[in-house]
C-alpha cells in the first residue's frame, strides 16, 4: 500500500474513522461540483427521508434537510463521466481497503449518493449508516453497508460562518486519537468535528460511528459512497 492509503487503514482498523485531504484530482472534483450543481438546477435531487432500522421510510426536514439522487441508480446514459470516473476510483479504494485490513471483505457492491443541504439550518439528526446484524445473523458479511466514505465539494467553505460540519461521536477514543477530539459535556463520550472542506474525504464503519450533519447556513454539496 502507498503511505496513504496505509494510514487510512491503519486509523479505520484502530478507531473506526479516518480522514484526510484533497483524495481526488482538483480537476475531477470540480469536474463532479460542477454536474452536481447541474443535477440540483434541473430538479434531479428529491427530498431525502431516513428509517430507525425498521425500513418505514419518513421524510422529516427537521430530522434531515438535504435532498439527494442515488448517482448508482441511473442508467449508463445518464451518468456523466466524471462520475464513472468517481466509481472507478472508489473501486480502487474497495481494493486497498481489503488489502489493508484483513478480515474486511468488502464485495462487488458499491452505491453512491449525491446529497445537497441547501443551507438555512438544514441538518441531518445523529444516526447509524447501517445496524449491526441480528444476533442470529452474526456473520459480517451479511451487511449491507460496512464502510461509509463521503467526499466533499464545497470550494471556500468558511468554518465559522458555515456551518454543517460532519460530527462524529466515539466512545472510547485513545489519548493517541486526533488531537481535535472533544470530550462531550452531557455524556461519556467524545466527539470530532470535520467541516466539509472541497475534495475532503472522510471514511468510517457504518454500523459503528454515529454520526450527524450540523445544521449549515449555506449551500453544502458530498457525494457518499457505501461499500
Known sequence: LDFLHKKL??????????RTSEYVRDS??????????????????????MNKGNYLYRIQKKHRGDKMLWVTSLSDSEVANCFKLYLKEMRKLREKLNF???????????????????????RYLRHFDAFKPQKEKTDLNSQTRKITAILYLNP???????????R???CQPTKKFYD???????KNEHYIDTSPLFNNLVLFFSDTIEH???????????????F
Open 156 to 166: 471556500g467553505w468558511n468554518e465559522d460562518e458555515n456551518g454543517g460540519e460532519l
Open 212 to 226: 450527524e450533519v450540523l445544521p449549515c447556513n449555506t449551500n453544502r454539496y458530498a457525494l457518499t459512497c457505501w
Open 9 to 18: 487503514c491503519d486509523s479505520l482498523s484502530r478507531y473506526s474513522f479516518a
Open 100 to 122: 489493508g485490513i484483513p478480515g474486511l471483505c468488502l464485495d462487488g457492491k458499491i452505491s453512491i449518493q449525491l446529497a445537497f443541504y441547501p443551507g438555512g439550518g438544514a
Open 28 to 49: 475531477l472534483a470540480n469536474e463532479l461540483l460542477d454536474e452536481a450543481k447541474r443535477l440540483q438546477r434541473d430538479g434531479k435531487l428529491k427530498d431525502a427521508g
Open 180 to 186: 481535535y477530539v472533544v470530550r462531550s459535556n452531557d
Open 168 to 170: 462524529s461521536y466515539f
